[in-house]
């Protein structure tokens, strides 16, 4: 959710400071995410194209399972439609969520527990699916994947319904599959909902609070409760739909709990000094909409001139003049080295947790390799 | 949902025309619901009392499982916190659909049935008020059960949320229960979801298009999905929770359907000639509003110069003086006899389906008079 809505856009490499675990961990082997054949190229992009294959058909077969008013919004909202109903390219994200869920049931299980795991794949992206829906209207944002939100076409009723039904849909998917893991599994995914919709809520409630109202904590349980929870739901559901014991789900859960907290750290520098040709919005755009991210939050919390100056700037309505001078004063004040450390030191634990649960190089190869994408350390 | 939010209204009694199979089935034994101890005052008022009884501390312990944010609003619109989050006196509505749920569990499989069925009631009271809490939000009404929705108080934002929270929360609940049963009504209740969804999708769409534009199946469907799902669905649980076979489930279902539209029909009666000392509101709200109600679409769409009469005054905007022209041109044009036939003919259609799958009337009568009581034969 939050910014990580914007899964399409390019992230410059290299904006995760290098650890040594993450050198520890890389794969060895060429065939890491339990795939069909050799991969081929970057191994994320490899993993990324071969999840779309596994999981479109079947996520396409449940959205066309919608009756016509729900399922025009949804495939619109997917890109598989135009407005008017007519087919379209298709644009429907990068699918992160569910190549976490079949690369952590390879990782566990082989190629038998991730092909048994496609159909918990496809229920995980529709609740992300849901949530982008539901936060678009409330958040009133007009693009997404460089489509107009579905609100600003079907109106705010129709994309509110078109979100509920789809969390529908994928609770009813696993209600549905026989698997022995599908209700451990829905359980999982359902608390998951939850947590995010209180990510969602601590969004909104902050946006309308002073930034000298925010703590640093308390911005970092929004992130993970926004971004972090259901990348480690969606590891968590592949390590039971493999038969993991409980102690592995727990560890995959906050594998990817953590690889989200980091990917939400470099997010946010990015939207902050990063290279517009690269992310698609100005550099700037979190500071000229006074958005409270991370690194903004920890330099007003630092104490000291630069921080004062920054709350002094922060309440004042946007000015472009003051665009470097904002940013600067984050830099000067923390913000910026803080996130840095703060997403090595998350992708150190995340890699622990993985190592934890997946020792064998091999099998943790895929995984490592998602999270090094998400957080745009590789690629 | 629609009009069967507003459960809480009074309505006059008989409104519905008898029918014999009504009196076929009138309850013969004093223990009709499988609740403890033997009942006293009118069945159905009983049987809710003891409903309330058995389900609010599972509902409320589940409110409380939320998150404080999520929480909050829920106990709110549940009536059991002011908007401040202390206590109030409760006012969370009838709980038609738990009684269903229970009284179709001790119809098959007495009350043994009934107390295991006891949270998926709850999950099925926590879908209905999910429903409300959107609907609210896209309807933009203003009052619930006597009290400003939870939109007005909290933020669409966040009554969109908490919505979203207690979908979760519901299928939560039936993926912890290990009661056999329990992965089957999830499927239902999810598949049951969609349904109302397109339902409210309907309703707000017909209510943009012009009266003329509307035919009487198209309501009839919007009103069975709206309405109708929902009470099938708790029925249909309920024998699903006692090892029904399916064919009793399927008439189960299918008996709380016809009773809903039974209620919707009389609902809407009442809607244009009700009597404002009972309903709570005006009578001829649903007019002043141009609702396309059931009489309404009835009468349109019969022919003739009543038809065009009230099409031309519905194309007008609202005016006081024409209000009772309105109601009489609903009625020269069939509007009124043609929806008590069909609240009577929906309620004969529930009868025999209850007859099919529950021969016996001792132990058909709890849900005979929930059927009753929701469409305010007796009472």
Chains 1, 2 share one sequence.
Not at 44 to 52: D, F, G, K, P, Y
Not at 108 to 123: N, S
Request: one cysteine or more; hydrophobic letters at 45%; a negative charge.
């Amino acid at each position: 959710m939050g910014e990580f809505m914007t899964e399409t856009q390019q992230r410059p490499a290299g904006a995760l400071p290098s650890t040594e675990t993450l050198e520890r961990h890389r794969p060895i082997a060429t065939d890491i995410d339990g795939g069909p054949g050799p991969l081929e190229g970057p191994e994320a992009v490899v993993i990324l194209e071969r999840v779309r294959a596994s999981v479109d058909p079947e996520l396409r077969a449940a959205l066309e399972s919608l009756p016509p008013s729900m399922r025009r919004v949804a495939l619109y909202h997917f890109g598989w439609e135009h407005p008017d109903g007519t087919p379209a390219a298709g644009n429907a994200g990068k699918a992160i969520r569910p190549a976490l869920v079949l690369t952590a049931a390879a990782a566990f299980g082989g190629p038998a527990a991730r092909a048994a795991a496609v159909r918990a794949a496809v229920a995980v992206e529709l609740v992300h699916n849901f949530t982008l829906l539901h936060d678009d209207v409330m958040d009133r944002d007009t693009l997404r994947r460089h489509r107009p939100t579905a609100w600003t076409v079907f109106g705010d009723a129709d994309a509110i319904l078109a979100g509920d039904a789809l969390q529908a849909l994928a609770l009813r998917l696993l209600a549905e599959d026989p698997h022995p893991a599908s209700t451990a599994a829905a359980a999982r995914l359902a608390a998951c909902v939850i947590e995010l919709c209180t990510g969602q809520h601590a969004d909104t409630a902050m946006e309308k609070r002073g930034p000298g109202d925010i703590g640093l904590d308390e911005v970092l349980g929004m992130a993970e409760a926004k971004t972090g929870a259901l990348l480690g739901c969606a590891c968590a559901i592949g390590a039971l739909y493999a038969g993991a014991p409980e102690e592995d789900v727990t560890a995959l859960d906050a594998f990817g709990r953590e690889a989200g907290l980091a990917f939400q750290l470099i997010d946010d520098v990015i939207g902050i000094w990063g290279d517009p040709g690269h992310t698609g919005k100005p550099a700037g755009a979190d500071l000229a909409a006074r958005k409270k991210s991370l690194p903004v939050v920890a330099a007003l919390t630092s104490g000291g001139p630069a921080a004062a100056e920054l709350a002094a700037l922060y309440e004042m309505p946007y000015d472009k003049e003051d665009l470097q001078a904002t940013a600067l004063a984050v830099e000067r004040a923390g913000g910026r080295d803080w996130a840095q450390a703060q997403a090595a030191d998350r992708m150190a634990r995340a890699m622990q947790e993985l190592a934890r649960a997946v020792p064998e190089p091999e099998q943790a190869g895929g995984l490592l390799a998602l999270a090094e994408y998400v957080t745009r350390r590789s690629n």
